[in-house]
């Protein structure tokens, strides 16, 4: 198992429509996760956390179109919170690298000369947990109701004359909802 902290703090892309509060809403919810892994003594996942606290505060938030003409309370409160931050991260890493390579010790151990279904399943897991979650730019919920054929010339259109084939493209158009 291994983690990797490129992928994990990415810079994430600036999303203009998103107003700017939002992002400070997310790194409030940051901190807050932070403080909770904080008391249960999760250092990995605290770390984690904390870098992408500061990864949004100083890479993607400053890109924000409004950054400059709004909110300079929250402009200035981040930038203060930012250092206590940043030497809690430097002080973490030790501890950080050592349970990392403990993980890395269990994993090796654990694992099976070959790898099965659930080795599998268990390290997607692990890595998806670990990752920003993803994006999707474009919301394609257009669905293509198609009309059977005849259906606007006959007053009496009989249910059971529609074949099981013309269903399909409406039943798979809503399996990908």
Do not use: C
Request: aromatic share 10%.
């Amino acid at each position: 198992m291994t983690i990797d902290l490129d992928s994990i703090a990415r810079k994430i892309d600036v999303d203009n429509r998103i107003p700017l509060r939002y992002y400070y809403r997310i790194a409030d919810n940051l901190l807050k996760q932070a403080s909770i892994y904080r008391e249960e003594n999760n250092v990995v996942d605290l770390y984690i956390i904390l870098v992408r606290f500061l990864s949004l505060v100083s890479e993607t938030i400053p890109y924000h179109r409004d950054y400059h003409a709004s909110l300079p309370n929250e402009r200035a409160a981040y930038k203060k919170r930012s250092r206590p931050v940043l030497d809690e991260l430097e002080s973490l890493k030790p501890e950080f690298k050592r349970r990392v390579e403990k993980l890395k010790d269990l994993h090796v151990k654990a694992s099976l000369p070959e790898e099965n279904g659930f080795n599998k399943a268990l390290q997607s897991s692990l890595n998806s947990s670990l990752e920003w979650p993803v994006v999707n730019k474009s919301n394609n919920l257009s669905v293509d109701f198609k009309q059977p054929s005849g259906f606007g010339s006959h007053s009496s259109w009989n249910y059971n004359s529609m074949s099981s084939s013309d269903s399909r493209p409406i039943d798979k158009q809503f399996q990908k909802l």
